[in-house]
């Protein structure tokens, strides 16, 4: 049986501004003073309310009142009136100001603020306008209050709600009676599941219309997430249809009307019909056009071309294979080039000959990659700048959709000053990255791309470098022979072995290769525990930061947020000097190695100096970037970020959900990194996940050290499973046709 209490708010004790929850004193006639707690949206000390709720006994503040709905009352009387109007909660009232208004108007004032407005300026201090702002005001909060109320009998929280009215404003009515759905493609929040709830609540039925285009076209979101960029028709319907709970038949016509509203493209392939989202359609297509206007022959003498490579190898002591001298001579000969190939291969050899190469003819260079991470490793390996593609294309807060996207500086309009640009780590670039940097280059300008393409593809939609590979119309060099250098670890030589579906010995006799046999989850966690915080630090000189666990899985024993929550217990303990956020069902600790887990591409950053003086800024924090937790600031509600490239951020406490621990990261997103030792518990997982290809990509991260922790039947059967996940995507078709 709920209680109900009805007073003014003498003052707040505390207040989340990013959920709303509030702890506040309330105060009437019949109560002397009740502390209250619950969710509120623009709540203000002064304002008067009905709460309904249950009184509870808090261990350390005794009695609290546990508001569970509420709403807002006008003031009841003089008195009440004044409290309200000088509380702060209407902007240029203060508590004189408040005092002199309801002197002269006494209990009808609320009516003169409504209605007859303009008698306000009548009281010395307000002018005409400033009486029309008062009176807008109080309008505006009681709008938003009959909002909230209306909103929540569909179960609408208040945090959405206020979006919800934000968005539309009074015009909300009309858009939840009518079509829902729009509050899917319209609120950023609000998915298709959200939106069908609430349209369920207002009585909406499961063959409408709006309920079944909405169906569909969130189909294709969540098709995009898993990497596709368009779907056959019939696995379109099949899903469709599961989700709607509506026969495939009945959303043909559904199909068309989306076709004719130019939403979906419709094509016929290979005697089937495929379906896309409109906007990747265009970016394939748009994709492969580029890629078509860089395949150029440019003109180059041959005999030339071969002393220069000669004169560079002997001058650097160097001495290429016959495939890295064909990847040099084809990188200069060519618009477009792919360079690919496995670990220990001489990828990083053949790229230092072609910017030598190209620098010899005083050409200018630049090299980026996809991540902060990849690209200091390219830093590192040909010692010139890289940059990630975001900075090279110019990220900024600016333009149009830039709360989505972003927007890039760079594009056809202002392109990049380059003769050649050569882009590692390609099997990570996706469809959208690869159109924006194609959009930021001009004829004329070279492109290498480099990437191993039997690693796992981009986490992003479409499979880039397998699609321009496999198109056959771009020249490629593949190097697979292992150097004698490479041949001496066991890393390299069983990342090959693993690629050609070989077993790898486990007898522990390698110095960089290691399988410890375990067979319950809570043992393997103890042992990489023991591994992390005394065993491989000192063998491979790194901090335990920076050793890192990697696993197949999101959830399960040994999931990325099991693991993680042991990990942390264990690896970063509390401690009375560390402040600690609570965020959803995450605790955030200072010294925690932490993961963004979404593109923010407003994300401000700098990098700091000496003395902590910043001398680079930029905005755009990316899925897979890593870094630890430097500071939480309670009084300010921020976390600050350092990440592994030395960029900081300070996340609000509302952006944490961006936010993972990441002592232990799932191998798609370890894509493009390197670690001194990778930890890898394997004990069984579902078939399409632990395949060869996943393993693959696992075991090519580490630099010094990968140690397996598990069983052998199930690091066996990986390596033998060739099966991945079906990717559809078409860049290729398209670069074939265009050709």
Known sequence: MSDTVTGYIDHII???QDNGYTVLVLKSEEIEELTCVGTFEYISQGEWIEARGHYTEHPMYGQQFQIESYKEKAPEDALAMERYLGSGAIKGIGPALAARIVKKFKEDTLRI???EPERL????GISMRMAR???????EKEDLQKAMIFLQQYGISLNLGVKIYQKYGNGLYHVLEENPYRLAEDIT???FKIADEIASKIGIHTDSDYRIRSGILYVFVQAVGEGHTYLPKEELLLRASRLLGVEASFMEKHLMDLAMDRKIILKEREEQVIVYASQYYYLELNTARMLNELNVRCQTDEAMAIRRLEAIEKNNRIELDERQKEAVLKAAEYGLFILTGGPGTGKTTTINTIIRFFESEGMEIRLAAPTGRAAKRMTEATGYEAQTIHRLLELSQGGENSEQMGYFERNEDHPLEADVIIIDEMSMVDIHLMHALLNAICAGTRLILVGDVNQLPSVGPGNVLRDVIRSGIFPVVELNKIFRQASQSDIVVNAHRINRGEAVPI????????????YDADVIIRV???????KLPPYVDAKPSEIQVLTPMRKGLLGVERLNQILQRYLNPPDKKKKEKESGERIFRQGDKVMQVKNNYQLEWEVRGKYGIPIEKGVGVFNGDMGLIKEINDFAELVTVEFEDGRTAEYSFKQLEELELAYAITIHKSQGSEYPAVLLPLLGGPRMLMNRNLLYTAVTRARKCV????????FLEMIRNRQQQKRYSSLDTYIQELA
């Open 14 to 16: 505390f207040r989340n």
């Open 113 to 115: 603020v409504r209605e």
């Open 121 to 124: 300026a009548e009281i010395k």
């Open 133 to 139: 702002e008062i009176s807008q005001q109080v309008a």
């Open 189 to 191: 929040g609000v998915g």
């Open 507 to 518: 007898h522990n006799k390698s110095r960089d290769f290691f399988f410890l046999k375990r």
């Open 528 to 534: 990489l525990i023991a591994l992390i915080q005394e």
């Open 707 to 714: 140690t397996v922790v598990g069983s052998e039947e199930t």
